[in-house]
């Protein structure tokens, strides 16, 4: 089974400033696939970012990048040059890229709200 | 127009009642999703669907039915709706074909947020 844990329920940033929001994850799959979305006010799911479990380099979506360390199991959100409208609930997912039981399932952490600062 | 759709957008409904929640893509995809959205829960996957012959329980399908009417379409029921059952209803898909898997993102519908009182 997977677990994607989010240690913060909320977090605070200066406009114009970057951010970093915190996923670890569980699972026992050797092949899996991290996702991070982005839900607003309005409360539909904005996907992010995608990063593969055998991907080499970090990955990176404009503003965004996803700082992996697959030994500590941790798929970290930074957010550069913090904007108002980025003020939102972000979860952090997993799935299992691999055949089984479980695979093409999303397994959600509880989600970290953001609020930026003028 | 919207991708993924979803209806109704809000519903209240009273225990005991059944109810249906309609979801339509036109984005082709052959893999739908239904989760549901309670606070500090995050989203929790009731049923998914690979394609209109494969339907699968997710975690918490208790309560819960689905239908599968074409490849656009993926609905979800409550056979006889309970207080607890009140949440946010998230509609997805994906692509990827049969149960081959893929790094494939999900793409949402707006919700349905439904009230059982």
């Known amino acids: 089974a997977q677990k994607i844990t989010q240690t913060q329920p909320g977090m605070f940033v200066q406009e114009k400033e970057a951010v970093t929001l915190d996923c670890t994850y569980d699972?026992?799959?050797?092949?899996?696939?991290l996702f991070w979305y982005k839900q607003p006010s309005s409360g539909e799911m904005i996907f992010l970012i995608y990063q593969g479990s055998y991907d080499q380099q970090n990955a990176t979506e404009g503003r965004y990048s996803l700082n992996f360390q697959k030994a500590r199991k941790s798929a970290n959100l930074v957010i550069s040059a913090s904007q108002l409208g980025d003020s939102a609930m972000y979860f952090c997912a997993m799935r299992p890229n691999a055949g089984g039981t479980s695979y093409g399932k999303l397994t959600f952490g509880q989600g970290t709200i953001l609020t930026v600062h003028p | 127009d919207a991708d993924v759709t979803q209806t109704p957008r809000n519903r209240i409904t009273k225990t005991g009642k059944r109810i249906m929640l309609e979801c339509s893509q036109t984005k082709g995809h052959d893999r739908m999703y239904w989760y549901r959205q309670d606070p500090g829960l995050g989203l929790r996957l009731i049923y998914y669907?690979?394609?209109?012959?494969?339907?699968n329980k997710g975690e918490i399908s208790d309560g819960y039915s689905v239908s599968r009417q074409a490849q656009a379409k993926f609905s979800l029921s409550l056979e006889s709706a309970i207080p607890n059952q009140t949440a946010l209803y998230f509609c997805?898909?994906?692509?990827?074909?049969?149960?081959?898997?893929?790094?494939?993102?999900?793409?949402f519908g707006p919700g349905t947020r439904l009230t059982v009182t």
């Open positions: 669907s690979f394609d209109v012959k494969d339907i």
């Open positions: 997805a898909t994906s692509e990827g074909s049969g149960r081959l898997a893929g790094v494939y993102e999900q793409y």
């Open positions: 699972t026992s799959d050797p092949s899996y696939g």
